[in-house]
């Protein structure tokens, strides 16, 4: 899997996408960047996120702040009905951690709001960790490399979990995250991916198949 890795990254400028957000190692930033990411194009977060750190710049801010002020700000992407996840993230964060984020999985699972997928990526990005990050489209990827033939709700299986953690055992956890991003959103899509401008030229067992 360091191969594969290797390869996403190295070939990273063929599908780069530059996001705010990319540019921080905070692990407030990029935990208010991945809440409002969920189920949201990442086009139409910048603008509220830039606007959103203005008027909420750090941990304690937020924990300060109320619903409806926070409802006020990210109300264009729908998320009004979250805004108590942000609190409640960021008061933990200050009560239990003492305003400091955990370095480790298990710790960042205990904060409201925080999942598999949000854990895995403060590790990465602001811990330079190679711990596994999985969403739906880093699946997909691992999926159809493999061959797997895993069908529905496949990010949470175990097979996948195995792969993934292979996958980000690599030293620069950080830029494969954000490159395997890119590479799934332009390259390895959905549902027509654009194969002749794969990276994988024989590797991939997807590409095998349908040619």
Request: charged content about 30%; hydrophobic content about 40%; overall charge positive.
């Given at each position: 899997?360091?191969?594969?890795?290797?390869?996403?990254?190295?070939?990273?400028?063929?599908?780069?996408?530059?996001?705010?957000?990319?540019?921080?190692?905070?692990?407030?930033?990029?935990?208010?960047?991945?809440?409002?990411?969920?189920?949201?194009?990442?086009?139409?977060?910048?603008?509220?996120?830039?606007?959103f750190l203005i008027e909420y710049p750090n941990l304690k801010s937020l924990a300060l702040a109320d619903t409806e002020n926070i409802s006020r700000v990210t109300k264009h992407?729908?998320?009004?009905?979250?805004?108590?996840?942000?609190?409640?993230?960021?008061?933990?964060?200050?009560?239990?951690?003492?305003?400091?984020?955990?370095?480790?999985?298990?710790?960042?699972?205990?904060?409201?709001?925080?999942?598999?997928?949000?854990?895995?990526?403060?590790?990465?990005?602001?811990?330079?960790?190679?711990?596994?990050?999985?969403?739906?489209?880093?699946?997909?990827?691992?999926?159809?490399?493999?061959?797997?033939?895993?069908?529905?709700?496949?990010?949470?299986?175990?097979?996948?979990?195995?792969?993934?953690?292979?996958?980000?055992?690599?030293?620069?956890?950080?830029?494969?995250?954000?490159?395997?991003?890119?590479?799934?959103?332009?390259?390895?899509?959905?549902?027509?991916?654009?194969?002749?401008?794969?990276?994988?030229?024989?590797?991939?067992?997807?590409?095998?198949?349908?040619?």
């Open positions: 899997m360091i191969e594969i890795s290797k390869q996403i990254i190295e070939n990273h400028s063929l599908y780069y996408r530059d996001f705010p957000w990319r540019h921080t190692k905070d692990p407030y930033k990029i935990m208010i960047a991945e809440f409002m990411l969920r189920r949201t194009k990442a086009e139409q977060v910048v603008p509220v996120y830039i606007k992407l729908g998320l009004h009905w979250r805004a108590t996840d942000f609190i409640n993230a960021c008061r933990f964060i200050e009560t239990e951690y003492n305003t400091t984020f955990p370095d480790n999985r298990k710790n960042l699972l205990k904060i409201p709001g925080i999942g598999e997928y949000i854990a895995g990526a403060i590790l990465t990005v602001c811990f330079n960790k190679p711990e596994y990050v999985v969403d739906s489209n880093i699946a997909r990827f691992i999926n159809r490399f493999y061959d797997l033939n895993l069908k529905g709700e496949i990010r949470r299986k175990k097979l996948i979990i195995e792969k993934a953690k292979e996958f980000f055992d690599c030293k620069s956890p950080d830029k494969l995250l954000f490159s395997i991003l890119d590479f799934t959103a332009l390259i390895c899509k959905p549902r027509i991916p654009i194969c002749p401008l794969c990276c994988f030229k024989g590797g991939c067992q997807y590409r095998n198949k349908t040619r």
